[in-house]
């Protein structure tokens, strides 16, 4: 993957948790590491852990490279660093060169059943009352589903503020619509709730944005762990509702899948004292 208009990206992702004690064993599962794929080529990758730990890596149901050890020495914290470097490309065209699939197309036995885990709610993505009369509204107010997709992204835009801290990784689409704050993953939540309310099929993506559209060459900044949105209508079309944008350059993917609970950064089970706390840290530098 190479020329002018691509990026290539040094991404660097360290997470872990502390506890109250020594835990005597862990067992855990990072999702850290970018996919090769159309619009993102993978140079290179690895994935290291302190306590010292052999890991394996597999593709989950959903097709997200996870990496999985075990930590069976005594240890009071647990950090996980992953760094890869990555060529992306620039977003492409938004809309479908045929205009995507109808309303009437994407209610076709044959789709719906295709695609249905990707069309029920989940925990994080299910309406209430009001938000399922919005979809109702937004879906009969747009010819197509796409239109729709794209006005279901400006409108939680302009309905929700960002606000860094105001929202938990269990905090879910309807407390987001109540109090009109939160991050990048509660409007992606709330993206993919309307969507399936409106039955077009709809997936949750984590993973990195630069956050400088003039991002200088060798300057390393913080980056953020990311999510947006992608919808079926014919083909897989990608979207940041936070920011307003098509998928592009400045983007990463790292997995897919219903919702936040299908591809957290890192997550496992331990014995011992309570966790005390979870750090994470993103630097991302443009190398070219």
């Given at each position: 993957?190479?020329?002018?208009?691509?990026?290539?990206?040094?991404?660097?992702?360290?997470?872990?948790f502390?506890?109250?004690?020594?835990?005597?064993?862990?067992?855990?599962?990072a999702?850290?590491?970018?996919?090769?794929?159309?619009?993102?080529?993978?140079?290179?990758?690895?994935?290291?852990?302190?306590?010292?730990?052999?890991t394996?890596?597999?593709?989950?149901?959903?097709?997200?490279?996870?990496?999985?050890?075990?930590?069976?020495?005594?240890?009071?914290?647990?950090?996980?660093t992953?760094?890869?470097?990555v060529?992306?490309?620039?977003?492409?065209?938004?809309?479908?060169?045929d205009?995507?699939?109808?309303?009437?197309?994407?209610?076709?036995p044959?789709?719906v059943?295709?695609?249905?885990?990707l069309?029920?709610?989940?925990?994080?993505?299910?309406?209430?009352?009001?938000?399922?009369?919005?979809?109702?509204?937004?879906?009969?107010?747009?010819?197509?589903?796409?239109?729709?997709?794209?006005?279901?992204c400006?409108?939680?835009?302009e309905?929700?503020e960002?606000?860094?801290?105001?929202?938990?990784?269990?905090?879910?689409?309807?407390?987001?619509?109540?109090?009109?704050?939160?991050?990048?993953?509660?409007f992606s939540?709330l993206v993919?709730?309307?969507l399936?309310?409106?039955?077009?099929?709809?997936?949750?993506?984590?993973?990195?944005?630069?956050?400088?559209?003039?991002?200088?060459i060798?300057?390393?900044?913080?980056?953020?762990?990311?999510?947006?949105?992608?919808?079926?209508?014919?083909?897989?079309?990608?979207?940041?509702p936070?920011?307003?944008?098509?998928?592009?350059?400045?983007?990463?993917?790292?997995?897919?899948?219903?919702?936040?609970?299908?591809?957290?950064?890192?997550?496992?089970?331990y014995?011992?004292?309570?966790?005390?706390g979870?750090?994470?840290?993103?630097?991302?530098?443009?190398?070219?």
């Amino acid at each position: 993957m190479t020329g002018a208009s691509s990026w290539r990206l040094r991404l660097q992702h360290k997470t872990g948790f502390t506890y109250a004690g020594a835990v005597g064993a862990s067992y855990n599962e990072a999702r850290m590491s970018p996919r090769n794929e159309a619009r993102q080529a993978v140079l290179d990758a690895r994935v290291e852990v302190w306590p010292p730990a052999r890991t394996y890596r597999y593709e989950d149901y959903w097709g997200t490279i996870v990496t999985a050890f075990d930590v069976h020495a005594a240890h009071e914290a647990l950090q996980v660093t992953a760094t890869a470097t990555v060529e992306t490309l620039p977003a492409g065209d938004l809309i479908p060169a045929d205009g995507g699939s109808s309303w009437a197309e994407l209610a076709v036995p044959e789709t719906v059943d295709r695609w249905h885990e990707l069309l029920l709610p989940t925990p994080r993505t299910a309406l209430d009352e009001e938000l399922t009369e919005v979809a109702e509204r937004v879906r009969g107010e747009h010819p197509t589903p796409h239109a729709a997709a794209l006005a279901a992204c400006s409108l939680v835009r302009e309905e929700v503020e960002y606000v860094p801290g105001a929202t938990g990784v269990q905090t879910d689409a309807v407390q987001t619509w109540r109090q009109r704050k939160g991050v990048c993953q509660d409007f992606s939540h709330l993206v993919v709730g309307l969507l399936r309310a409106m039955g077009t099929p709809a997936r949750y993506v984590s993973g990195y944005l630069h956050p400088a559209p003039a991002a200088g060459i060798g300057e390393a900044v913080v980056g953020q762990s990311h999510a947006w949105v992608e919808w079926w209508v014919g083909r897989w079309t990608a979207f940041d509702p936070t920011n307003g944008i098509p998928v592009g350059e400045r983007h990463v993917v790292v997995g897919r899948g219903r919702e936040y609970g299908d591809v957290p950064p890192l997550k496992g089970v331990y014995s011992g004292p309570e966790n005390s706390g979870q750090g994470v840290e993103v630097t991302v530098t443009r190398l070219r």
